[in-house]
């Protein structure tokens, strides 16, 4: 009963893996990052629907341009909310650092200069802590999620 149940484990995990590493036929995946890409998917495009609706010259002509054009706002508007994104991350990131310093600030007038030097040092190593996690990630290489490292659970009150 044993080999039995092992073999059909056995033979289950060969079946998914075989499964697994067969591609998708009905959602082929395209990139489609660049303009020549781009012109290959309109003549894709156009073709299909050129073959399903008999489409005439004059249409198909209208249509292409209609997609190019189409493909372009898209590509502008991506770009533009790309552009709007980074300028918020660095918005945000500016107000982070100002609140940091202004913390910094405020507990440094609390703290004795004795206190301060020890706050600086604890400050310094959990900075080169981090750095170290960090080039550790980076150094495990692809397929290395954050997540295998979890960040400790008690706040750092030195940042």
């Not at 156009?46 to 292409?64: H, N, V, Y």
């Amino acid at each position: 009963m044993k080999k039995l149940a092992m073999i059909l484990i056995a033979s289950a995990i060969g079946l998914c893996s075989v499964f697994a590493q067969i591609p998708d036929q009905r959602h082929p995946i395209q990139p489609r990052d660049n303009v020549a890409n781009g012109a290959e998917c309109i003549n894709d495009r156009m073709e299909f629907l050129s073959e399903r609706l008999d489409l005439t010259l004059q249409q198909k002509a209208k249509l292409e341009k209609l997609f190019t054009e189409q493909r372009a706002q898209r590509e502008k508007a991506v770009e533009e909310h790309r552009a709007q994104m980074e300028k918020m991350r660095e918005e945000h990131r500016a107000g982070m650092r100002q609140m940091a310093q202004k913390d910094r600030e405020d507990i440094e007038k609390i703290l004795t200069p004795e206190q301060i030097e020890i706050w600086n040092a604890m400050r310094a190593e959990h900075q080169q802590r981090r750095m170290d996690a960090e080039r550790h990630r980076h150094d495990a290489g692809p397929g290395h999620h954050r997540h295998h490292h979890p960040r400790p659970r008690h706040c750092h009150p030195c940042e």
